[in-house]
């Protein structure tokens, strides 16, 4: 036996050998990073894809009618799940309701608006510019009225 033999069989030794659990359980962890790898993957690679949706250029109070000239076309990365109306859907738009104040720079939604005009009782209601509450001196929190 000569020392290169004795100094292989010391490496063959000292080498790392994990156990067939040790193996099962670094098979496993490297299975869940690829999956987590391959999953960050589908969801970065879906991230730049824009829609097409129309967008509210002026301020529209409920009641009013809403046609083309008020909306815009703007493309964004909007998620499946959120109610948008496409740039192609503009039918579903023009010449509706709104159902209720709808703000310049909204994305337009399909339960912002309806076919119909407001009820009359609803619609005076709700455009009518309602004032600032007026409370009889000594209640609530001004502190003129606190003696």
Not at 110 to 132: E, H, I, K
Request: net charge neutral; charged share 20%; hydrophobic share 40%.
């Amino acid at each position: 036996m000569t020392i290169n033999d004795t100094l292989s069989t010391e490496t063959e030794s000292r080498r790392f050998r994990p156990s067939s659990r040790r193996r099962t359980r670094i098979a496993l962890g490297a299975a869940l990073a690829a999956v987590a790898i391959g999953g960050n993957v589908v969801v970065y690679s879906q991230l730049d894809q824009r829609t097409e949706v129309l967008q509210m250029i002026t301020n529209v109070p409920a009641g009013q009618e809403v046609t083309a000239d008020m909306v815009r076309v703007v493309a964004v990365d909007v998620d499946p799940a959120v109610p948008v109306v496409s740039a192609d859907q503009l039918a579903l738009i023009d010449h509706h309701y709104a159902k209720t104040h709808i703000l310049a720079g909204t994305l337009l939604a399909p339960q912002l608006v309806q076919d119909t005009p407001l009820s009359g009782l609803v619609s005076r209601w709700s455009l009518s510019n309602c004032g600032l509450p007026r409370f009889p001196t000594g209640l609530g929190n001004d502190p003129r009225s606190a003696s």
